[in-house]
């Protein structure tokens, strides 16, 4: 088994703290920093977007622009670097690109030159590697976004010394977002016409960005064994299970972790009182502290539960809907912190308007609170329909808040029923996609609550639990040995 040290140069449109819309920016904020731990060069290259600049200040510019050859001129990069946690960021610093109120879109239309935003930032990471002299053995992007990477290396940079010993590995964090462009687009990106077919770009008479990094990087995984297997069936496959199938060989699922330190009730100053599997006490007055901050009934005995989410039909908030006056039937409290969709924003917010005494609808995203109701929750619910890996079930085990999740994806190798396994059982789960089952497993969690020596139980197993990233950074380095042929 090789021990060497790696050079990894990760290409990602975003990474916590600097920029954040979702699970990619949550596990390129903590995998850079987890393989750096475990002695590896990592070099994480973003845009330099407006946002970012309010978490880092005004880094000094590169005192020489990187020639980048792309879209039929020779462009001059900028970039700024910064170096955290032992991982080396290099912002991409284009202001006509990235010098934007946000980072893909804005009141719900993604801004129409996305594929030339991002088509800089694959080409142009390549060459800032050459200009740094940063020799990579593993090139890892992530998400359509990262999409274009191998696909010039493939098709522009075959030949260049640079690279000639570098690998390729390109990860779906979520198969339903393509980036998708007309065909036409090819030419723009600088890239042969020839792409626009089946085993090239080509996707229902347009190109997908997504597609190209499945279709040309070296190895292809997903951030959860089920998930991998999942998006190889027609149901979950998005238009794409064929060549994912075609690929299984070379296709892996590896489970996203959280970061312990960042999420910690024992230490997390957000909370009202700190506590931890060995001393839960600080739970309840965490519990009454946010029934105060939200106007709600201050009763400890009445279960509370969350759901931390974006509002999109991909969490299955068509089944929240669906059941809303039958979930405050049960005689609990809600409380729903998220955004998106604003007929579904409506929707919630009418529908809690009836249950004044037992619904909170909070439509933002915030962090701060966001940890209080982590704490203060005894039931966090996700049923979504598909999920690739997902971080709200692993935080709310770590704050001992018990999952009701929709056995899909990462949810499924993540939460353990008791009906499958009492004495591993971390939450509970529902197989059929439906408001009936959701309920159903939402009254046997119910059960549970109000039997309070095995809910305690429950409670300390589900927070003892590891799901933190040393296993996962482990698995990606194996994984970036296999790409090169290793024996990891």
Same mark, same amino acid.
């Given at each position: 088994m090789s021990t060497a040290s790696l050079n990894i140069l990760m290409v990602a449109s975003e990474a916590a703290p600097f920029a954040k819309t979702g699970g990619l920016g949550d596990v390129l904020g903590s995998l850079p920093a987890a393989l750096g731990d475990l002695g590896h060069r990592i070099v994480l290259v973003l845009p330099w977007y407006r946002s970012v600049q309010a978490i880092t200040g005004r880094l000094r510019p590169s005192r020489r622009k990187v020639v980048v050859p792309f879209a039929g001129q020779m462009k001059q990069v900028g970039y700024r670097s910064l170096e955290q946690n032992g991982v080396r960021f290099l912002f991409l610093d284009v202001p006509e690109?990235?010098?934007?109120? %946000?980072?893909?879109?804005? +009141?719900?239309?993604?801004? =129409? $030159?996305?594929?030339?935003?991002?088509?800089? &930032?694959? !080409? #142009?990471?390549?060459?800032?590697?050459?200009?740094?002299?940063?020799?990579?053995?593993?090139?890892?992007?992530?998400?359509?976004?990262?999409?274009?990477?191998?696909?010039?290396?493939?098709?522009?940079?075959?030949?260049d010394p640079f690279f000639v010993n570098s690998t390729t590995l390109f990860t779906i964090h979520n198969l339903g977002y393509h980036g998708d462009?007309?065909?036409?687009?090819?030419?723009?990106?600088?890239?042969?016409?020839?792409?626009?077919?089946?085993?090239?770009?080509?996707?229902?008479?347009?190109?997908?960005?997504?597609?190209?990094?499945?279709?040309?990087?070296?190895?292809?995984?997903?951030? %959860?064994?089920?998930?991998? +297997?999942?998006?190889?069936? =027609? $149901?979950?496959?998005?238009?794409?299970?064929? &060549?994912? !199938? #075609?690929?299984?060989?070379?296709?892996?699922?590896?489970?996203?972790?959280?970061?312990?330190?960042?999420?910690?009730?024992?230490?997390?100053?957000?909370?009202?009182?700190?506590?931890?599997?060995?001393?839960?006490?600080?739970?309840?007055?965490?519990?009454?502290?946010?029934?105060?901050?939200?106007?709600?009934?201050?009763?400890?005995?009445?279960?509370?539960?969350?759901?931390?989410?974006?509002?999109?039909?991909?969490?299955?908030?068509?089944?929240?809907?669906?059941?809303?006056?039958?979930?405050?039937?049960?005689?609990?409290?809600?409380?729903?912190?998220?955004?998106?969709r604003p007929d579904y924003e409506q929707r919630l917010s009418a529908a809690a308007s009836f249950f004044p005494d037992q619904a909170r609808i909070l439509l933002r995203f915030d962090d701060r609170l966001s940890r209080q109701i982590y704490a203060a929750s005894d039931l966090f619910l996700m049923p979504s329909r598909y999920e690739p890996c997902g971080l709200g079930q692993l935080i709310a085990l770590r704050y001992g808040s018990i999952p009701v999740v929709h056995a899909t994806g990462g949810?499924?190798?993540?939460?353990?029923?008791?009906?499958?396994?009492?004495?591993?059982?971390?939450?509970?789960?529902?197989?059929?996609?439906?408001?009936?089952?959701?309920?159903?497993?939402?009254?046997?969690?119910?059960?549970?609550?109000?039997?309070?020596?095995?809910?305690?139980s429950l409670v300390g197993a589900a927070m003892g639990q590891d799901f933190s990233w040393s296993k996962a950074a482990d698995d990606y380095v194996d994984l970036y040995r296999t790409c090169r042929g290793e024996t990891p």
């Open positions: 690109y990235f010098d934007r109120s %946000s980072l893909y879109g804005e +009141r719900g239309d993604d801004y =129409p $030159d996305n594929a030339l935003r991002f088509g800089l &930032l694959s !080409r #142009a990471a390549l060459e800032l590697a050459r200009h740094i002299e940063f020799v990579p053995d593993v090139i890892h992007a992530h998400d359509w976004q990262a999409g274009l990477i191998p696909v010039y290396l493939r098709q522009q940079l075959w030949a462009f007309p065909a036409e687009t090819l030419r723009q990106l600088g890239l042969d016409s020839t792409l626009n077919r089946l085993d090239g770009l080509e996707f229902h008479g347009r190109i997908s960005l997504l597609k190209g990094g499945v279709r040309f990087a070296d190895r292809v995984s997903t951030v %959860s064994p089920s998930y991998c +297997r999942e998006i190889q069936t =027609p $149901d979950f496959g998005m238009g794409l299970d064929g &060549l994912l !199938r #075609a690929r299984s060989n070379r296709l892996h699922g590896i489970l996203n972790g959280i970061d312990p330190k960042l999420w910690d009730p024992a230490t997390d100053p957000a909370l009202a009182a700190s506590y931890s599997a060995e001393s839960a006490a600080g739970k309840k007055a965490c519990k009454r502290a946010l029934q105060r901050d939200l106007g709600l009934p201050m009763d400890a005995e009445t279960p509370l539960l969350a759901m931390i989410t974006r509002l999109d039909p991909q969490k299955g908030i068509n089944l929240v809907l669906e059941a809303f006056d039958r979930i405050m039937q049960r005689g609990l409290q809600l409380v729903l912190l998220g955004s998106g949810l499924a190798d993540t939460i353990c029923d008791p009906q499958q396994d009492e004495a591993r059982a971390n939450g509970f789960s529902f197989h059929t996609l439906s408001s009936r089952e959701m309920l159903a497993t939402l009254d046997r969690a119910l059960r549970a609550y109000r039997d309070k020596p095995d809910w305690q």
